[in-house]
Antibody, heavy 120, light 107 residues
């Protein structure tokens, strides 16, 4: 069974930093592109970032470019999201998401999400 | 960025009904369109990819169609567990964008 377990969320002050982790199990982590998707309270889904299997192809949404860094450790089956210079607009649940293999991107497995609140 | 627009934003229906949700892209995205279902407090669930292909395990009462800029998700014979919010998402290019969601409620 595919499992994605996020951790590292919490309350942080504006301008602060937070690092999310996503522990993957039940599948060959190193064979899948991975993503972060976020959802602000009461709002819709917003794609944040993606990383390829080797970690050398990365893309970000404009809203987080230059502040967030996605990375992965295939030996530890873990995905990361380093978030710096946080603002209230970054308050959201952050989902770790697996990309299905083959064909175009589709988010076929989701973690439960890590809540991040940016507030003073 | 490609903008995805869903209609309606909300929809009331009864068990056994057939409903259709529409998703429109701001530019052509071929058939690179996915659908998800989300229930309150839960992670989204992957339903359909490439506009019309059901993910394994998704009931056959769900169906998708469309190409280019206009797409539909149809749910036939609505079941109690289908009442949720549905999102379309384009996988044509980054940034991957979602529709704003359609909330399907019990009438």
């Amino acid at each position: 069974e595919v499992q994605l377990l996020e951790s590292g969320g919490g309350l942080v002050q504006p301008g602060g930093s937070l690092r999310l982790s996503c522990a993957a199990s039940g599948f060959t982590f190193s064979s899948h592109w991975m993503h972060w998707v976020r959802q602000a309270p009461g709002k819709g889904l917003v794609w944040v970032s993606r990383i390829n299997t080797d970690g050398n192809r990365i893309n970000y949404a404009d809203a987080v470019e230059g502040r967030f860094t996605i990375s992965r450790d295939n030996a530890q089956n873990t995905l990361y999201l380093q978030m710096n210079s946080l603002t209230a607009e970054d308050t959201a649940v952050y989902f770790c998401v697996r990309d299905r293999r083959g064909g175009r991107t589709a988010f076929d497995n989701w973690g439960r999400g890590a809540p991040v609140t940016v507030s003073s | 960025d490609i903008q995805m627009t869903q209609s309606p934003s909300s929809l009331s229906a009864s068990v056994g009904d057939r409903v259709t949700i529409t998703c429109r892209a701001s530019q052509t995205i071929s058939s690179f369109l996915n659908w998800y279902q989300q229930k309150p407090g839960k992670a989204p669930k992957f339903l359909i990819y490439d506009a019309s292909t059901l993910q394994n395990g998704v009931p056959s009462r769900f169906s998708g169609s469309g190409s280019g800029t206009d797409f539909t998700l149809t749910i036939s014979n609505l079941q109690p567990e289908d009442f949720a919010t549905y999102y379309c998402q384009q996988s044509y290019s980054t940034p991957y964008t979602f529709g704003q969601g359609t909330k399907l409620e019990i009438k």
